[in-house]
């Protein structure tokens, strides 16, 4: 029988082929990129800003927990409808990508893929750096909610950083805006800076106004090849150390490199212990020189081989090979737990040693890959949730990781958020007082705990990861 909610929910989107009502639709809607499965009662497609704050005032009226959604590709749980309720899909608020270049701005609709926001601004001749691995299937909204980044934050920073302002529907379907369309602006408290990485726990983003830059005058990559793993670390530190900056530098261990070359080959060197990709842009002559001196301090350092790739074709296979990790690495088990813990950079070699303690310890399918430049790894467990034995070993040893980063001076998550899958470990880097501010705010934005509930906070006595159903 429906419910009082259900029938008002048809009057506020009138165009009632936007609210799913079937029981495999609600289904898809039920899971993401992470872990766990749940239903909701319904899911909205809304189209313009006016529908979501119905939407949502509706929601806060009857208490309804309101589940904001990009394209899922969440690795925390953040999109998971665990209490049921109203899943709201913005994938069809698509209407904007205004590309204003007297301001070198952006702005956008939150449903828009991003790999679409980056072309149609380098057609402008302008460049948009966050990139995501998931920027070809995830939304910029998704984006904003994470504060995602991706291989070039080592030098150009995360989404966070290119968000001038907002439009956002609060919990209670207010319009707000927040920033604006100037590069400077302290008017008051930064509440852009609030929602952007807020993972959909204070609202609805509907518009983003994004920063632009001038494209680069040139690229070049470059592939170095290690047969110890620990100096590859050494390296990272010791390129950091001399003052170049490179636009992206990631760290692939073997296990990686293997799957990637079973996957879909690439030509990465299959007997390497570690392969740095670096990725060097500006003017040509800066970067002639800084390939002779990366070359020379990494085969100092232990290199077996480093080698250029100039061509842009030469330099997408390279690159188009690191996306490829991730769906390559999910072949080797069918449950894969995507961590990414971050540690100050100088500590890079010991989080290495801490990982390789942690496989052994634990006897499981633990591999390492990421943005190494930035202290970001993202150490990936394979594993199969209907083995219950070693799932807790699972659980042990993502705690260990989580534990190993916070004791080196890092921290819970560098781009995935905490969603479901960290919750329990917040207090532990944010401690009683700290992580009680965090839930202070969320209280006053939030006062019928309508937008995302159990995502970021943990639920009272929740300590550890939990996998097992
Ligand atoms: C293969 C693969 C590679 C990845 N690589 C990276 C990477 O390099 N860097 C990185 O940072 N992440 C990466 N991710 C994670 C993921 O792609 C990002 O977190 C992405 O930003 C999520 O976007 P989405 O559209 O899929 O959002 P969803 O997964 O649908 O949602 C993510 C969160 O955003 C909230 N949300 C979505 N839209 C809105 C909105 N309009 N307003 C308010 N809240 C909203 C949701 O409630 C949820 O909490 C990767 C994922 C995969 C599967």
């Not at 690439?266 to 020189?289: F, N, R, W």
Request: hydrophobic share 35%.
């Amino acid at each position: 029988m429906k419910k009082k909610w259900h029938k008002k929910l048809d009057k506020v989107i009138k165009d009632n082929k936007r609210i799913l009502t079937k029981s495999a639709d609600l289904l898809s809607y039920g899971f993401d990129g992470s872990f766990g499965q749940f239903k909701p009662e319904r899911v909205v497609q809304p189209i313009s800003r006016e529908e979501v704050a119905e939407v949502l005032k509706l929601a806060n009226k009857h208490s309804i927990p309101v589940y904001p959604r990009g394209q899922g590709t969440c690795l925390s749980g953040g999109p998971l409808p665990v209490k049921g309720g109203i899943v709201l899909d913005t994938c069809r608020m698509t209407s904007k990508l205004i590309i204003d270049s007297e301001n070198l701005t952006a702005v956008v609709s939150p449903g828009i893929i991003t790999s679409k926001i980056k072309e149609a601004v380098d057609k402008e001749g302008y460049f948009y750096p966050p990139d995501p691995s998931s920027a070809h299937v995830s939304t910029i909204g998704g984006n904003i909610a994470e504060n995602s980044g991706g291989p070039r934050g080592l030098k150009y920073g995360v989404t966070g950083n290119y968000v001038l302002g907002l439009e956002v529907v609060t919990p209670e379907g207010e319009i707000i805006n927040t920033g604006g369309r100037t590069i400077k602006n302290v008017t008051g408290y930064n509440l852009t800076s609030l929602i952007v990485g807020s993972e959909g726990t204070l609202g609805v983003v509907t518009e983003i106004t994004l920063k632009l830059i001038p494209k680069p005058k040139s690229r070049v990559s470059l592939l170095a090849v290690f047969d110890d793993l620990g100096d590859s670390g050494r390296a990272i530190s010791g390129i950091l150390s001399s003052g170049i900056m490179p636009s992206a530098m990631e760290i692939i261990d073997k296990y990686c490199i293997n799957a990637v070359e079973n996957y879909n080959p690439a030509g990465y060197p299959t007997d390497a212990a570690a392969i740095l990709l670096i990725e060097l842009d500006g003017h040509p002559k800066a970067i002639e020189e800084e390939i002779r001196q990366i070359d020379q301090m990494c085969r100092e350092i232990g290199a077996r081989d480093v080698q250029s790739a100039v061509e842009e074709g030469e330099q997408n296979k390279l690159w188009e090979a690191r996306k490829l990790v991730s769906p390559a690495i999910a072949k080797i088990k069918p449950t894969k737990i995507s961590e990414d813990a971050t540690v100050p950079r100088s500590k890079i070699p010991e989080m290495f040693e801490r990982l390789n303690e942690i496989r052994e310890k634990y006897n499981i399918e633990l591999v390492v890959f990421g943005h190494a430049g930035d202290g970001n790894l993202h150490p990936n467990i394979l594993t199969d949730k209907r083995d219950k034995d070693e799932i807790k070993r699972v659980e042990m040893a993502v705690s260990e990781i989580f534990e190993a980063a916070i004791d080196l001076g890092g921290t819970l998550s560098g781009e995935h958020g905490i969603g479901t899958m960290k919750a329990p470990f917040m207090e532990k880097e944010l401690g009683h007082i700290g992580l009680d501010m965090m839930k202070r705010i969320k209280e006053v934005w939030d006062p019928n705990n309508i937008m995302n509930p159990e995502k970021i906070f943990p639920e009272k006595g929740q300590s550890k990861l939990v996998l097992t159903e």
